[in-house]
């Protein structure tokens, strides 16, 4: 068994680590759409509000420690994007990166339907829906409440993805929050609880570009048809965009406000001429999220 396994290893490291990205993202969605589904199908007798809140938010911080040694756990191409933004990440990945985490995000909601497929039908009738009293679509990806303008949700998912920035670039910052690393990933998961339990209601907080378009493809071809993407006013592309933008923004806030303030430590003083490994101090900084 040992040497069939190795047979099976891949030296490509940006094959490694993309399979690190589709791996922790599925196992964010499949405890975190799989908590909708229990509550939404069960009429919320097993489970409600702060049960999905709980769900997404240690999906996750397990989703982070599954993928965290390989690739850094990104988990989000908004958060991808911020760190190559940063010259933490190369650009040459971002595009591979996020295909593997919006495949990981549909295969994961591929699980959840088949694991609550039964449920799914009972509860909806046969018929799957995007709006109305029966709706299942809602279990995968997120949608407006009805009071919710446009542009409120442009707000929404903007402020909430920069909240998470904020965070994640905090705990990833070993001069403003040290850490035994082990921590990180609950603490990143105690954010994503936090946004929810805070910032949730309006749209339901995808913060998050892959967990939102991976599952909206799933039900467009699993028969929720075109109206996941007609639905809410054309809503769809607004946990996409909005994100990315409010990743950037919460990046910029944060790196203004505390990052650039630090002072010098002492392998940044050095010069190589003064024996010193390098001119740069390499911090351990990665971003690890939603």
Request: some cysteine; proline content about 5%; overall charge negative.
């Amino acid at each position: 068994m040992d040497g069939l396994l190795k047979n099976c290893r891949i030296k490509n490291q940006l094959l490694r680590e993309c399979l690190a990205e589709f791996l922790g993202v599925y196992v964010l969605i499949l405890f975190g759409c799989g908590s909708v589904a229990q509550v939404t199908t069960s009429h919320e007798k097993n489970g409600q509000y702060l049960s999905i809140n709980l769900g997404f938010s240690l999906g996750v911080t397990f989703g982070v420690f599954v993928s965290r040694g390989v690739s850094g756990a990104h988990l989000n191409p908004a958060v991808s994007l911020s760190l190559c933004v940063l010259g933490r990440h190369p650009w040459k990945k971002l595009p591979f990166f996020i295909l593997f985490q919006v495949f990981g995000a549909f295969l994961a909601a591929a699980t959840v339907y088949l694991q609550y497929y039964d449920a799914i039908q009972t509860y909806s009738g046969g018929e799957l829906t995007v709006t109305g009293p029966t709706a299942t679509a809602g279990i995968f990806s997120t949608y407006p409440a009805d009071y919710l303008s446009m542009w409120g949700g442009i707000v929404d998912q903007v402020i909430g993805t920069a909240a998470l920035l904020l965070c994640v670039l905090a705990l990833g910052d070993q001069r403003n929050t040290p850490l035994q690393d082990g921590a990180r990933p609950v603490l990143v998961g105690a954010a994503v609880l936090l946004i929810g339990i805070s910032m949730g209601s309006n749209s339901g907080y995808a913060i998050n570009p892959a967990r939102d378009i991976g599952p909206r493809l799933f039900t467009y071809l699993m028969g929720w048809g075109a109206e996941v993407f007609t639905a809410g006013g054309g809503w769809w592309w607004v946990p996409i965009v909005a994100p990315c933008v409010g990743a950037l923004l919460g990046t910029l806030i944060y790196e203004l406000a505390i990052e650039v303030h630090h002072p010098p430590s002492a392998g940044e003083l050095r010069t190589p001429s003064q024996g010193a490994p390098g001119a740069e101090l390499e911090l351990e900084r990665d971003g690890k999220a939603q």
